[in-house]
């Protein structure tokens, strides 16, 4: 055998040696050896490496240390989106949150006992570490990618820092692992590591850091990996993203699959019967919360059962299936020194609390809300006071209490002012106009707002730092403070004078170089042809995010009729509410508003727009109208009566006498009908709303269709049980990009039904209805059939 024949032998051995030890102290916590000897193996190693640097691999335990600092961070597109948890502060909460999983599996579990008592849920338990969320890719075993989690649907590429991570394995235990398995959980810096850290940054007359999570968030993030290295970070594992595999039918039963092949998971995992139990956890590691070697903010609690998982589903942003309960807030008391006042990108004047500094749960405090000025009386508030101060859900600062007894005599009252603070335009109180049958109702709201619009700089300023944000207009290089600096130098009034910039104008910039210029102007060019749903949420409408945009996008497809659409016809949209729908008529209906709006299409080519959403088409009814003009004491059931008396026909119901009203309805609903269009205003709203509908297409008696390269239009898909190649996400994107709308629940109107393992009530309902129904493979072959990928 030769040297190097010898040499590599020893190596493999040693890495071998290396990785078990390394699993048996992070993962296990039970250490084999002692730290010297575990020294000894790795120098020994290092050594033989530096001899023979052609046997030097990846994930090899020595390739931890770092390596040449990066220029910046690349993007990761999340397959499968890093959602967020929704939060419980109360116990009340914890228990609303068991009792809407138990409602949304009604279907699933067992009856409960002859007593009352409903059948309880599987949770598992596990402390919410404060640390930084990530993902970590594994292919065939080895360690590919590393990434943030961002804003959930994209993060940074972070994987020469995770690398250096010492208990994240650079290749998997075992075997048995999927051939592609994303892992997600945390990195976090213990509280002594944390210690080490900040008394060596002394040391070495550095910043120090304020909390662990701090520390691991920007340890995570350093450019040069080789500084990341030497921070004493540590990850715990707390789930999965995307799989190519087999993977057990239980959250706790993937945590103990994952621990098997290397993966460091929580020590107090636990799992739980009920809320009950749940709370019992709660509490119980709330009492040795100070003890833990590492800083938590509250407890997780997790349905265990995957098929129910699947079945609860997801709400906007966050699962259904899944909470953080958080602890109480850190308190403190300090000294209200002043209030101040923000004006935020609708014109929001909000007062802030500025403050004696007080360090809260290892953070200096400064500012504090105060959210507007009902809170602001709600609470006394007045300059000079002592207050408490609380970091809600342990990040957020704010003012929760006036300490009465030691008000100061000169104690000032907090009082909103006259003129914007920014611009000197005149500051309104906003009014909440509440719509119920028949009528309005007019009170004073919360907020006060700057009228002054895009002539105020801090709207203009916030309007296009949203404007211009990834998940809007998605104009890279366009920092905050860049916009800012636009802005104060008067070479911007609106968005749309981004696409007039020129080179010479940017390269003048504090910050902007030659090429920086050359790449913003490139930037701005490449999003002059944005989708409709895109350009719609970049906006900034009042309450209008992303899936808001994206129903107004595919159902009307037409910025000219999402412009027109009135309040009542915007209610037929799925998810539009009518105060929503008021929200987006007023938008439109502003002078200012519109002005910029026409600049954006002169300089924009928006996308996507055509014909109405097929399943929009004729999709009205007169009933469905009726009811919409919330006359009172007429409710639904007596809407379909109107319309089948008059023969579907509004002129005909506009036209009938009290007698013909008499003898369809009782005498209190036919004098409400009688009385509402007596009224000139009501009868021309009925008659604008219905000639919008026939304008729009939407009308019941317009012509239904189905629109051209879209073969699912028209359809109603439902997805249910596991889908293991692809997420249910991605998989309604794709249905939403054949034409289909995915529903959540299964009816005589479906299309469809893709169903997986673990599908239960709906592939029931499905079967039972005599509706079609494919399997993942199926599915997957119908994309397939339509030219659409399934990577």
């Not at 961070?73 to 999983?101: Q, Y």
């Not at 589903?313 to 923000?342: C, D, M, N, Y």
């Not at 609470?379 to 002592?386: A, S, Y």
């Not at 949203?466 to 104009?475: E, G």
């Amino acid at each position: 055998m030769t040297d190097a024949q010898t040499a590599a032998t020893r190596i493999a051995q040693l890495r071998s040696d290396l990785d078990q030890h390394n699993y048996r102290y992070h993962v296990l916590d039970e250490p084999s050896i002692p730290d010297a000897e575990y020294d000894r193996l790795f120098h020994e190693l290092k050594a033989l490496e530096a001899e023979h640097p052609e046997l030097v691999t990846p994930d090899s335990p020595t390739q931890r240390v770092g390596s040449l600092a990066l220029s910046a961070f690349g993007e990761v597109k999340h397959e499968v989106p890093m959602l967020s948890l929704g939060n419980a502060f109360a116990e009340d909460d914890l228990r609303d949150f068991d009792r809407r999983v138990r409602e949304g599996l009604a279907d699933e579990l067992p009856a409960g006992d002859l007593f009352g008592g409903g059948a309880s849920v599987e949770y598992s338990c596990e402390p919410k570490l404060d640390g930084l969320a990530v993902s970590l890719l594994y292919r065939d075993g080895q360690l590919v990618r590393g990434a943030t989690r961002g804003d959930g649907s994209t993060g940074e590429d972070i994987s020469v820092n995770v690398r250096t991570v010492r208990n994240i394995p650079l290749k998997l235990q075992g075997t048995g692992w999927p051939a592609v398995l994303e892992v997600r959980g945390e990195v976090f810096m213990s509280r002594a590591g944390f210690e080490r850290l900040n008394a060596s940054q002394l040391e070495q007359g550095g910043k120090t850091f304020a909390n662990p999570r701090n520390a691991a968030a920007g340890s995570l993030r350093q450019l040069d990996s080789s500084i990341t290295a030497k921070r004493p970070l540590e990850f715990c594992c707390y789930g999965i993203g995307q799989v190519q595999g087999e993977l057990p039918d239980t959250h706790v039963g993937i945590l103990n699959a994952l621990k098997a092949w290397g993966m460091p998971i929580s020590r107090e995992l636990k799992l739980a019967k009920g809320a009950d139990e749940c709370l019992d956890y709660y509490r119980d590691i709330g009492e040795r919360r100070d003890a833990l070697p590492y800083e938590i903010d509250g407890v997780v609690f997790k349905v265990n059962n995957l098929a129910w998982q699947r079945e609860l589903g997801f709400r906007a942003r966050e699962p259904r299936w899944a909470i953080a309960h958080k602890f109480p807030a850190s308190e403190e008391l300090t000294e209200l020194l002043a209030v101040e006042f923000q004006v935020g990108r609708t014109g929001a004047v909000t007062p802030v609390a500025r403050l004696r500094p007080v360090k809260v749960a290892g953070v200096m405090v400064a500012n504090a809300t105060l959210h507007n000025m009902d809170e602001v009386a709600r609470l006394g508030v007045m300059v000079g006071d002592t207050v408490i101060i609380r970091r809600a859900g342990d990040v957020i600062p704010q003012v929760v209490q006036v300490v009465l007894d030691r008000r100061p005599a000169d104690a000032k009252p907090v009082e909103v002012p006259q003129n914007c603070p920014v611009c000197g335009s005149h500051v309104e109180r906003t009014q909440l106009i509440k719509r119920s049958k028949g009528r309005e109702t007019v009170s004073e709201g919360a907020v006060y707002r700057c009228v002054g619009r895009l002539a105020c700089g801090a709207q203009l300023k916030q309007a296009i730092i949203h404007f211009v944000s990834r998940r809007a207009m998605d104009i890279e290089g366009l920092g905050d403070k860049s916009v800012e600096q636009l802005v104060d130098e008067g070479l911007i009034h609106s968005p749309a004078d981004l696409y007039k910039l020129t080179f010479e104008q940017i390269v003048e910039l504090e910050g902007f170089a030659e090429l920086s210029s050359k790449n913003l102007l490139a930037a701005i060019e490449n999003s002059r042809k944005p989708e409709l749903a895109r350009f719609i949420f970049a906006l900034g409408i009042p309450d209008v995010g992303e899936e808001t945009a994206k129903v107004l996008a595919r159902s009307l497809a037409s910025l000219q009729r999402i412009k027109q659409a009135l309040p009542e016809v915007l209610t037929y949209l799925p998810d539009v509410g009518l105060e929503v729908a008021y929200e987006i008529h007023e938008f439109f209906s502003d002078s200012h508003n519109q002005t910029v709006i026409d600049q954006l299409e002169q300089v924009l080519d928006i996308q996507g727009q055509g014909e109405l959403g097929a399943e929009y088409a004729a999709s009205t009814t007169l009933a469905g109208l009726i009811d919409k003009l919330h006359i009172a004491s007429v409710g639904p059931t007596g809407a379909k009566t109107l319309a089948a008396k008059f023969d579907e026909s509004l002129e005909k119901l506009l036209a009938a006498d009290w007698l013909d009203l008499r003898q369809t309805l009782s005498e209190k609903p036919a004098n409400a009908v009688r009385d509402f269009f007596a009224v000139a205003e009501n009868r021309d709203r009925a008659l604008k709303i219905e000639a919008q509908l026939r304008d729009f297409g939407m009308h019941w008696q317009s012509e239904k269709r189905v629109v051209e390269g879209l073969p699912l239009a028209g359809q109603t898909w439902v997805l249910t049980g596991s889908l293991e190649i692809m997420s249910r996400d991605i998989a309604k994107e794709k249905l939403e990009s054949l034409g289909a709308k995915v529903a959540g629940s299964v009816s005589a109107k479906t299309t469809c039904v893709v169903a997986g393992p673990g599908a239960g009530s709906k592939l029931a309902k499905a079967n039972e209805l005599g509706v079609k129904v494919l399997d993942e493979a199926e599915f997957l072959k119908a994309l397939e059939g339509f030219g659409i990928g399934v990577a």
